[in-house]
């Protein structure tokens, strides 16, 4: 029966010497972990604060993003009023003219909006919107020849033919 009091002893003896390690190397470092401490408060601090302005700034962007985007949907609703518009104009002056015709050119345009506007790549929405101002000049050409030739023509060939590609 000795056996388990030693056992008792030695385990007792055991965590009282890790305790006094513990606080001896705790008292001796005492200065080094109250630094850590501080150290470790402000890191938090800085980093709340950074927290903070990160928070304000994403806020902000969102705001000028949403009015950005507020800005550029208002401009794409007035291209494509204005290519209805045009449609309109076709379909009355050209009046032997078939509506599908007008409606594939009208399609053309609004998809040539569509790349001009939405590209992510810039260089190709330059190009597209090179394009675009093409089609509409080419468009406001065939109809504004409508009155100095003197007759009515049944087709915008010039639009007709920079849609199949046939100018330059």
Avoid at 78 to 103: H, V
Wanted: negative net charge; hydrophobic residues 40%.
């Amino acid at each position: 029966m000795p056996l388990p009091e030693n056992i008792g002893k030695f385990v007792s003896r055991l965590i009282n010497t890790v305790k006094s390690e513990s606080a001896d190397w705790q008292l001796a470092h005492q200065s080094d972990l109250g630094r850590l401490k501080e150290e470790k408060r402000v890191a938090e601090a800085e980093l709340r604060q950074r927290l903070e302005l990160m928070e304000i700034r994403f806020a902000e962007e969102c705001k000028r993003t949403r009015l950005e985007e507020e800005r550029q949907t208002e401009h794409f609703s007035e291209f494509l009023a204005s290519i209805d518009e045009m449609k309109a104009n076709m379909l009355e002056y050209y009046g032997t003219m078939p509506k599908p015709i007008a409606l594939m050119i009208h399609h053309h345009a609004a998809e040539l909006l569509k790349e001009a506007w939405h590209n992510p790549d810039a260089r190709e929405r330059l190009n597209m919107q090179t394009r675009f101002t093409s089609l509409m000049l080419t468009i406001t050409e065939d109809l504004s020849e409508l009155g100095r030739d003197g007759g009515p023509k049944a087709l915008p060939e010039k639009t007709i033919a920079f849609i199949q590609n046939k100018l330059d």
